[in-house]
C-alpha cells in the first residue's frame, strides 16, 4: 500500500498568514493527489483534486503543487472558517489512501 | 441539490453484524462509483472500498483490513449505498461516511460526502 505521511500534525497561524500544509507518499503518485477538509463538526469537503485543480467553489486562497513524491496545500490570507483539519488522499493506486492529517489552529 | 445521508449507526456488541445505508438524492445513482470512508475516534479518515457505477459492472474494492468481513452493495432502484459489517470487533468503532466518487479524466475524487453515522462496538 501507498503510505501518505503528513509530518506536521497540528499547526498554528494567525488570521492574514500564508499556510502551507505538506504531504508526503511512500512512492511517486503522478500527481493523483487530493486535499479535502474536515471541519470540527466532521463535516469533510474536497478542496483540490489531481495536486492543482479547485474544486468548485472552492476560495481561490486555497491552491495546491507538487510532484512525484512531494505534495503542499497553500491556504493564503487565512480566515477563521479555515479553522479544520486537512487531509491528502493518493488515488494512483488501489487501496486508496489518506494521510494523517494536519489541524490547522489560530494563534 | 445532492445528498448523501447516513444510517444505521448505534452501539453493538462484539462479533455482531450491522448495516450501514446510505440514502442519496440529487444526481443519477448509477452513473457513479460509491464509496465508504471510516474515521475511528481521534484518528485519520480510513477508504474502506468502492462499488463501481453500472458501466463497470457494479464491482467492488476493498482494502485489506475488510476485506471478506465487510460488503458493499448498492439498491439502484432506490438510490441506496449499503455496508454490511460481520464480526464487528472494538477496532470498528468509527464514524462511517458515505461518499460519491468523481471521474474526470485522471482525477478520481470524493465530491460529495454525508455526514456519517457512528458505530461503536462495545459489551
Known amino acids: 500500500d501507498i503510505q501518505m505521511t503528513q509530518t506536521t500534525s497540528s499547526l498554528s497561524a494567525s488570521l492574514g498568514d500564508r499556510v502551507t500544509i505538506s504531504c508526503s507518499a511512500s512512492q511517486d503518485i503522478s500527481n493523483y493527489l487530493n486535499w479535502y477538509q474536515q471541519k470540527p463538526d466532521g463535516t469533510v469537503k474536497l478542496l483540490v483534486y489531481?495536486?492543482?485543480s479547485l474544486h468548485s467553489g472552492v476560495p481561490s486562497r486555497f491552491s495546491g503543487s507538487g510532484s512525484g513524491t512531494d505534495y503542499s496545500l497553500t491556504i493564503s490570507n487565512l480566515e477563521p472558517e479555515d479553522i479544520a483539519t486537512y487531509y491528502c488522499?493518493?488515488?494512483?493506486?488501489?487501496?486508496?489512501?489518506f494521510g494523517g492529517g494536519t489541524k490547522l489552529e489560530i494563534k | 441539490e445532492v445528498n448523501l445521508v447516513e444510517s444505521g449507526g448505534g452501539l453493538v456488541q462484539p462479533g455482531i453484524s450491522l448495516r450501514l445505508s446510505c440514502s442519496t438524492s440529487?444526481?443519477?445513482?448509477?452513473?457513479?462509483?460509491m464509496s465508504w470512508v471510516r474515521q475511528p475516534p481521534g484518528q485519520a479518515l480510513d477508504w474502506l472500498g468502492f462499488i463501481r457505477n453500472k458501466a463497470n459492472g457494479y464491482t467492488t474494492e476493498y482494502t485489506a483490513s475488510v476485506k471478506g468481513r465487510f460488503t458493499i452493495s448498492r439498491d439502484n432502484s432506490q438510490s441506496i449505498l449499503y455496508l454490511q459489517m460481520n464480526t464487528l470487533r472494538a477496532e470498528d468503532s468509527a464514524t462511517y461516511y458515505c461518499a460519491r466518487v468523481e471521474n474526470y479524466g485522471n482525477s478520481w475524487y470524493f465530491d460529495v460526502w454525508g455526514a456519517g453515522t457512528t458505530v461503536t462496538v462495545s459489551s
Open positions: 440529487g444526481f443519477t445513482f448509477t452513473d457513479y462509483y
Open positions: 489531481f495536486t492543482s
Open positions: 488522499q493518493q488515488y494512483s493506486k488501489l487501496p486508496w489512501t
